[in-house]
């Protein structure tokens, strides 16, 4: 069965970096898109990033871009979530989801989730 | 960005009862809309794509309807483990994707 397995959360000052990573098995890596997906403590969802099949392309929100970097490593079944300069409001729940349908861009299986806590 | 918008924030329902939520897209978004239900403590776990197909494994007491702006969602007779946490998300024009704020549904 499909699992990703979200590590690498934490409590980390403002303007620090941390990297998220998320462990992917039971189905073809290399054939779907992968994204981030938050929730900060009592909010809603908030779409973070998504990358595609190969990796060749990434989007961002608005509210991340030019801070965070999406990528995956196909060869180990690994997505990962690079991020800078955190600020306070960054602080939330980050899943990785996995895309439905190569391209469809509603998301099937999350991850258990890994809590980012950015405070000083 | 299309911003959606779903009501009412909270519905309180009995069990056994109908309970239908709504979701309102700001600009057309075809039939690219997908229903998750949330849990305390768990992950989103997707209900509806397409706007009315069932994902895998959800019962048939739970059905979507609607085209453009405007969506529901409908849970034919409320079980206990049917009190949550309901999210619509677009996935016609990005990026953003975007969801909904959610509406909690809670034991009346």
């Known amino acids: 069965q499909v699992q990703l397995v979200e590590s690498g959360g934490g409590v980390v000052q403002p303007g620090k970096s941390l990297r998220l990573s998320c462990a992917a098995s039971?189905?073809?890596?290399?054939?779907?898109?992968l994204h981030w997906v938050r929730q900060a403590p009592g909010k809603g969802l908030e779409w973070v990033a998504v990358?595609?099949?190969?990796?060749?392309?990434?989007f961002y929100a608005d509210s991340v871009k030019g801070r965070f970097t999406i990528s995956r490593d196909n060869s180990k079944n690994m997505l990962y979530l690079q991020m800078n300069s955190l600020r306070v409001e960054d602080t939330a729940v980050y899943y990785c989801?996995?895309?439905?349908?190569?391209?469809?861009?509603?998301?099937?299986?999350w991850g258990q989730g890994t809590l980012v806590t950015v405070s000083s | 960005e299309i911003v959606m918008t779903q009501s009412p924030a909270t519905l309180s329902v009995s069990p056994g009862e109908r309970a239908t939520l709504s979701c309102r897209a700001s600009?057309?978004?075809?039939?690219?809309l997908a229903w998750y239900q949330q849990k305390p403590g768990q992950a989103p776990r997707l209900l509806i794509y397409?706007?009315?197909t069932r994902a895998t494994g959800i019962p048939a007491r739970f059905s979507g309807s609607g085209s453009g702006t405007e969506f529901t969602l409908t849970i034919s007779s409320l079980q206990s483990e049917d009190f949550a946490v309901y999210y619509c998300?677009?996935?016609?024009?990005?990026?953003?994707?975007?969801f909904g704020g959610g509406t909690k549904v809670e034991i009346k």
């Open positions: 600009q057309s978004v075809s039939s690219n």
């Open positions: 989801a996995k895309d439905r349908r190569l391209g469809g861009y509603d998301f099937d299986h």
């Open positions: 998300q677009q996935y016609h024009a990005w990026p953003p994707l975007t």
């Open positions: 397409s706007a009315s």
């Open positions: 990358i595609i099949d190969d990796g060749s392309d990434q």
């Open positions: 039971g189905f073809t890596f290399s054939s779907y898109g």
